[in-house]
């Protein structure tokens, strides 16, 4: 009796298994497995509470290399699953030969590794984002630099009121797309916490007659 009195207190759910079928378990895996005692002694633990066979069968593997806990999800009465470590022992009660086993919820320490992967993938995927976008902008500043420096220079020949519009409407465009490459630049900079502010002048009346240059 006072085997089974530590037995039923101890805090985790064990159950003793002869040849897969269960002959006796604690009250800590009724609570655990939402089951009673009488619902389940003599009933083949694979089919109630280990249903991927091939998942106890590594289980078993590696308990005889490795002789640690081996992680696997379980099943309760009500079907739903959780994520346990199990761990397995050998040896004889009544004089013939059982496995005992010893198991522990850890699906709160699961979603928590589960939460700590998400945030760690999220955050290289971010990075990964940032360094493209930063990329991308450097490249692309290049060519529209240089449209831009032709575009003075073609300003410079002997050019008609037309042409003249013209290439002033290239030079208006081509800015504006610098300025949206150079915000991109600048969006990755605010990730990376690197953003630096500065004060500068800022021609609202130009801005404006440029707007209307690029939609008149």
């Known amino acids: 009796q006072r085997f089974k009195a530590l037995f039923d207190l101890t805090g985790e759910a064990v159950v003793v298994c002869r040849e897969n079928v269960i002959v006796d378990i604690n009250s800590s895996f009724e609570t655990l497995f939402k089951c009673h005692r009488e619902d389940v002694i003599q009933k083949p633990m694979l089919n109630f509470f280990l249903p991927d066979l091939s998942n106890f069968l590594q289980m078993q593997k590696h308990q005889i290399l490795f002789h640690d806990p081996f992680e696997t999800y379980v099943q309760a009465i009500d079907q739903q699953r959780l994520w346990a470590e199990v761990r397995m022992h050998n040896g004889f009660l009544d004089g013939a030969a059982v496995s005992v086993f010893t198991v522990t919820d850890i699906s709160s320490r699961r979603d928590l590794q589960e939460a700590e ?40 020949t002997p050019l008609n009121e037309e042409q003249r519009s013209l290439v002033d409407l290239t030079r208006v465009c081509a800015r504006s797309l610098l300025d949206t490459v150079t915000d991109i630049l600048d969006f990755t900079k605010i990730e990376a916490g690197k953003l630096e502010l500065e004060s500068t002048q800022l021609n609202v009346v130009r801005i404006i007659e440029d707007c209307v240059k690029v939609v008149w």
Do not use: Q, W, Y
């Open 117 to 156: 992967n998400k945030a760690l993938r999220a955050a290289v995927a971010n990075e990964a984002k940032s360094h493209f976008l930063a990329t991308m902008s450097h490249e692309m500043r290049t060519p529209i630099t240089g449209v831009i420096a032709s575009v003075d220079l073609l300003e410079d």
